[in-house]
């Protein structure tokens, strides 16, 4: 590994390995064909694989990502992991979207994990600068996935082309925003996001108490109150609205980071579904 790579890693908080070990039951029965994934630095145990799996390491996917950074100019911004390591993140910083006081930043995240819930993945990240709000736009797995065996193959070419493509999409992403932002909104807009993001049925009057949960009442007095603030401030359209949206989620629904579930939670998947629709209106 070189120093630059292992400075890289440091930086990030990602320089550590997993390794493969045995697994045997209480009894002492061993468990032929498959073994436990252990992060080597805390000996956390990650998951159970089959013998098959080949873990794809920390300094293995940042000297990949730098590669491509190197490649595609795209400069490596930020990375950590999730939860005890399970899975790990590694941003490429791309371009960026002015709009009114609003700095709307994008970035590729590069996503890999040890607990068998993806492959090498890659997808669209923006933050809009005014109140720190993320959003995660096109998660989705590249065609050029790799799969945790031992011939990998991993092409950097492929990997570099996956990215342009999502760099495409950002360039939409960009476009509908300032789309949205020039589309006024009214109370029915505003209820049908409230029950997007609530899930709330569409026969349920959002104004009867009783047939709303209290749990879920209090959630959606507190998205009103971060809903007004940036209607207030970008103006009453679209824009203000899902602003409204990515307000509660980065800030409101959880004290602690909430990038895991904006990736891969429900509430990810609640947001990107608000923004294409809301998109549809346009």
């Known amino acids: 590994m070189s120093e630059r790579i292992e400075e890289l890693l440091n930086k990030v908080n990602l320089n550590w390995k997993v390794r493969t070990e045995p697994i045997r039951t209480n009894s002492g029965i ?28 920390n300094h293995e996917l940042l000297e990949l990502l730098d590669r491509v950074s190197q490649q595609t100019g795209l400069p490596i911004h930020k990375g950590g992991s999730f939860g005890d390591g399970g899975k790990v993140y590694i941003q490429l910083k791309s371009n960026d979207l002015k709009l009114g006081k609003d700095k709307i930043e994008g970035y590729v995240t590069g996503i890999n994990s040890f607990d068998g819930s993806t492959s090498l993945a890659f997808g669209n990240a923006n933050l809009t600068i005014s109140c720190q709000n993320t959003f995660f736009a096109a998660y989705r797995e590249v065609q050029s996935k790799v799969r945790h065996t031992k011939n990998m193959g991993i092409k950097i070419d492929e990997i570099c082309r996956g990215i342009e493509g999502f760099l495409e999409e950002e360039k939409v992403i960009f476009n509908n925003i300032k789309k949205i932002s020039e589309v006024k909104i009214d109370q029915k807009v505003k209820d049908l996001v409230t029950r997007m993001l ?25 998205f009103y109150v971060d809903l007004n603030g940036e209607l207030q401030e970008k103006g009453d359209n679209l824009w203000g609205l899902f602003s409204g949206v990515t307000k509660y989620t980065t800030h409101s629904l959880s004290k602690e980071d909430n990038t895991e579930a904006k990736l891969f939670g429900v509430y990810g998947n609640r947001e990107r579904q608000i923004f294409n629709e809301l998109v549809e209106m346009v």
């Open 30 to 57: 061993d468990l032929h064909g498959y073994s436990a994934i252990i992060r080597e630095d805390t000996l956390t145990p990650l998951s159970i694989r089959s013998d098959g799996y080949h873990p794809f390491q």
């Open 198 to 222: 609530f899930n709330v049925d569409r026969q349920v009057d959002l104004q009867d108490e009783e047939a709303i949960s209290t749990v879920t009442r209090n959630k959606m007095t507190r």
